[in-house]
């Protein structure tokens, strides 16, 4: 009897292995060793990334509430070091190819290093979820889609790249959000040109409690755009599923004078993206989204690398001119921390085609967002370089890095987007009605 | 005084504000820039034609022929995304057209023969001065709307002048067989001068009360009411785009030869109409077609004229009593046409497609520009109309009947390649047939009726017509395409567009105005600059083609009006700014 246990044992294991399910045994980490989400719950060796405690889960004292505007808890700090052109060797094995490129090119470009502080926090109800939705989540079609899964982090311990990224797509998030938000184009001049200033709804159906949703849709993105002044007036809508293999996304513009609504199928992939003039791709918006399909995703395993977290003072505080520099954001405005982030690596499948021949995704521990990414063209140079901005929404609490920037290392402009700034918000709201989420509703809520 | 010149930013533009975010208001101007130059000399063998002559001399080889300045003011202003209202204004001034005088053919002009503004050398009519000219300036927008729930259903609500327009149709040949024909007017005026111009750009707005309640997640209801009427606005006679030297409402007249007597057909204007349109709208998104479903009834009146030539009581005209105008020519709008439409939009293979099927009841169909409505002379009756004289049917004096036009497209992009950083492209078919006759039937400008019969007596009287002049045929096929490839930050904060568009009718002349001709269309290749997202540049060939018939001497026939716009060539640049 004994012997036919440890024999299922085994073949479970096995079909773990390759359908990715959770085992008893890694079950059991979760909570324990492991975060409820799957992060290492110990300090590093030196402690110079702190025990995780459950992150911050009140807003500071100071905030004023609703206001979507969030302080910095940590605005007192002073940082420890930097790390530039200079002194990078040192600090090698804690950068990412990304970081190392822009140090080498510009001499002063500059990572102010401050105290790790652990505070990305999930409400109670979606980690206890995950503790059970973890045991029958899966991939189907390749990676391409998730199944068996809703309301938690499907893969808290993941077996490969593709579920790892599934993490990041629906990696935990209020259940409707409003936004409002600037795009710019920096030119290698240094000119800074804004892009978009948009005015957005954002849906995680997948995070919902009782959703009337089509279960399938895990986002939905509604964006109004008021400026520039030619872009006013302009609305676009996106509705993501985890079925993509079968769906695939669904994109809406809304034309303004033909107060009409198109599909916009190519509002994806590596489409050029003219919310930061052709800087980064569709699919690079919060560093990865969309469909999978085209890259295998390989899962590399885990490091320890400075990332911008806990970059409140950047993503709310800073005005245009503070933080849009020639070349990269003016470092005394951003904010850097030692993190685990997993890595992924993404190879163009053959036969696909993308202006990304291979991608590196680094994924925070915490809250599975993509906080860095390495994006390599046809001839594997390193082409763009990624960075998202961790600024946890204390006050939901949520983690978020919303806010992201794209530097092209050929040219030396870049171009960031989904930036509140001193002028924005990101605020919890009441969730929009079923019915402002049809085509023609996005054309029905147009004036020009 | 530094100090105050220091502020240099354009205090115009404003996006305000008011007590948080409750109330608010934007005002955004666009101000845009043409200069065109003819690049051919005019034709003698169109311009001989006393009837085409105006336009095709207006300007010559290397002459300016626009020099425009565009202004567009809009205005919004909202309170909590629930109520609003909003203006739009669009100002014009054409120094092209400063003291520019009517010029035609020099042997028509020494043998004294008038232009359709009177006397060679005289100057446009004060409507084509306004309009072309200017300074000249109207409301285009200018509407109230509110947005609420009605139980569980959200609704809105827009009153005043604006536009409305439904289905899925593209460019101008899909605006014309589509299901939202005639649902808002377009200025011809800037189409014709720009080729390729999105349809968005030439709508007209009317005043109207429409809604629309979205009554479940998948179906909406729209439904729209006119409180006013409007026809399309043409490109008028004697400017560098103006097909004929009749039409529409600039000219006073047309000089004509019936037999060995001259003439001067007077221009009796338009009728309007003063019927109120409407239409409904059900739009269904259901998950299992993965797709738009549109289904469309709309009653309305005719927005594009048939001019036809009726008899002028007195016989005085501009040109008395030198030349007489026993019979005038007016534009006629018919009243009374029920559409009933099906759209049905759905992505495939990352392409957005569409397809559009129109019915229409009961609509006026394609009459002969300057047609007969009475027999010039009394044994003419029986040959020009054989089944009785044509009767004042809604409004108009065509043929009526039942058509079918069927619309499709698709859009999309190209991904970025070694060519392009990404490049747009769209193309959509049209496609019109006439179902049956109803009325009026020997007004059909099409094969086999009217004038477009080849009888003995109808040839022996000069009138006969066939396919090359016009008539309409069984079906019709259209097509219009674009391609713009973009390349981003070729300079510093530029991204250049090379935009082309082309439109063709290819087979057979449609059943119904402006529905196409075989062999004619426009074409305009250009390049474009996107200066930091604010100022954009373009400089754009333009150009139209179609078919003529000639004697050698002098062209004596057309198939389309379209088609005498063939040697139009030109280049345009435009400057064009949003602040």
Redesign the interface.
Known sequence: MKRITSVAAVLMLISAGASAKLTADESKKLGTSLTAVGAEKAANADGSIPEYTGGITQAPAGYVAGSGSRIDPFAAEKPLFSVDGKNAAQHQEKLSEGTRAMLQKYPSYRLDVFPTHRSVALPKAALDRTAVVARTADTSDGGASLVNASAAIPFPIPHNGSEAMWNHLVHYQPACTQLKFSAY?V???G?A???SSVEGWLQAPYWQEKSTA?SNVYLRLRLAY???????GEALMLIDPVDYAQ??R?AYQY??????V?????LA????NPAT???STFDEVYLFNGAMDRFDFTLVGKKEIYVPYNAYKAVYQSTSDQLLKQNFLNPDQVRWELHRVWVVEAKLKPGK?H?YGKRTFYLDEDSWVVLMSDEYDARGQLFRVGTALMAPEYDAPSPAADTHIHYDLT?G?YGINVWPGAKGWIRMTECK?????????L???G?? | MAAIFAVSRPAAAFDTDFGGSDFKVRWDNTMRANLGVRTTAPDPVIGANPAFSAGEYSFGRGGIDTSRLDVLSELDAQWQGQIGARASFAGWYDLAYQNHAVKIDPALAAAGIPSGYGPNGSGLSDYALNRYRGPGGEFLDAFGWARFDLGSVPVTVKAGRHSIYWGESLLLGGAIHGVAYSQVPLDLIKGFANPGTEIKELYRPLGQISANAQLTPELSISGQYFLEWQSYLYPEAGTFAGPADFAFNGPYGQFAKLGPNSFYFKNGGANESRKHDWGTALRYTPGFVDGTVGLYYRHYADKLAAVLLVPNPGGQGPMSPTLNSPLQYQQFYGEGVDLAGLSYARQIAGISTAIEAAYRYNTPLQAQALGLTTPPAAGLAPVLFPNGLPRLIGNSYQARGDTLHLVANALGTLPPSMLWSIATWNIEATYSRLITIRDNQDMFFGMGYGVCRSTPQLSGAGLAKNKNDGCATENQAGLGASFTPTWYQVFSGVDLLMPLNGSLTYWGNSPVTLGGNAGSGTYSAGLGADIRSTLRLDVKYIGFFGNTLDNGKMVTSSNGLLSLLKNRESVVFTAKVTF
């Open positions: 184009f030119e290698q001049g000119r040109n804004l892009t089509d008021d400026g520039p002044p030619r872009r006013a769906k695939g669904r034309l303004p004078g033909q107060r009409r198109k599909l916009a199928p190519d992939y590596d489409t050029p003039a052709g800087a085609r202006i040219s402009a009605s079923e019915s402002a989420w049809s085509p023609d509703a054309a029905a809520a004036v020009r």
